[in-house]
């Protein structure tokens, strides 16, 4: 495994595959235990599953697992299977880690917190990342599971990522694919709400922005002008602003980025332009 702190994690496919191979016959295995990162062997016996650290995992844990394909299981060191998920007091909802065929996502009380039909969590960060064209100090609104930052980071010289929910931190310490906000050197964290902190930084200071809040309706303070206003003074000249909006062909996502385009242009940004691939907008200073 790539994170050994991290604890065994089995989603429905590992599952699945373990149950599969117990039909062929006992014996060593090759699996997952971090989500699809790295492989380790592991023990198939009559009772359960010899996992590392000498865990053996009765075969009824493995079937819970498989009977919850929405959800990421840790093992806990008494040989038991639990949801990887955090309540937070501070919002009063529920964080899930959800696996999909890549990286997983965050639901958010039900709701998963990247694009996932048609495409996987990666492949969704990588079009936002894509589109910023990340280089020199990047500021990163809404660190999430942290993708945006870590894909960010590989590709300038420092960023700047600001999380509301302390929770949200804590789910990202239990994601593997979340590890290298933790380890990148260039990468700084801060928890607050953006709309606040970001009148802390210094005019022209970034190069780029990375906006990918929640939807409208959740966060209208981050699409207000005032808001606005803040992301134009913090780029530089010549900087540029990707701002996620949602599938532009939609309805709703076609009058959120109408709005928010008139309103970055009413705070200066020169041009605006629609990445429908990104689901989102650029906005050059
Ligand atoms: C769409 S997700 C961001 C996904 C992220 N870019 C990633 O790569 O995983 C939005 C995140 O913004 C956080 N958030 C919500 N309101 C915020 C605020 N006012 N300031 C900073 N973060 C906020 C949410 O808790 C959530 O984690």
Do not use: F, P
């Given at each position: 495994m790539i994170e050994s702190s991290l604890p065994p994690l089995l989603s429905a496919s590992q599952a699945q595959a373990l149950l599969e191979a117990r039909t062929v016959g006992l014996g060593h295995q090759t699996i997952s235990l971090d989500l699809g990162l790295s492989v380790t062997d592991v023990i198939l016996g009559p009772e359960g599953v010899g996992l590392p650290g000498g865990i053996w995992l009765p075969w009824s844990q493995v079937e819970r697992v498989l009977a919850n394909p929405q959800a990421v299981f840790r093992v806990t060191p008494e040989a038991r299977v639990e949801k990887v998920q955090i309540f937070s007091q501070t919002l009063n909802r529920l964080y899930t880690l959800m696996p999909t065929s890549g990286a997983p996502t965050m639901l958010i009380s039900g709701i998963p917190?990247?694009?996932?039909?048609?495409?996987d969590p990666m492949a969704d960060t990588r079009a936002k990342v894509r589109a910023a064209a990340p280089k020199g100090r990047v500021l990163d609104t809404c660190t999430g599971l942290g993708y945006t930052a870590i894909l960010a980071a590989r590709r300038s010289r420092e960023v700047i990522t600001i999380e509301l929910d302390p929770a949200v931190i804590e789910l990202c310490r239990l994601n593997p694919w979340s590890q290298e906000l933790f380890r990148a050197a260039n990468i700084t964290q801060r928890i607050g709400d953006s709309f606040d902190i970001i009148e802390e930084f210094e005019n022209a200071s970034f190069d780029r922005v990375i906006h990918d809040p929640p939807m409208f309706n959740l966060a209208g303070h981050l699409y207000s002008t005032a808001y606005y206003r803040q992301l134009y003074r913090v780029l530089k000249r010549g900087g540029r602003l990707f701002h996620y909006i949602g599938d532009l062909r939609s309805k709703s996502g076609r009058n959120v980025a109408r709005s928010a385009a008139r309103r970055l242009q009413e705070v200066g940004f020169r041009v605006v332009k629609r990445r429908p691939e990104a689901f989102g907008l650029v906005a050059f200073k």
């Open positions: 917190m990247h694009r996932i039909k048609g495409t």
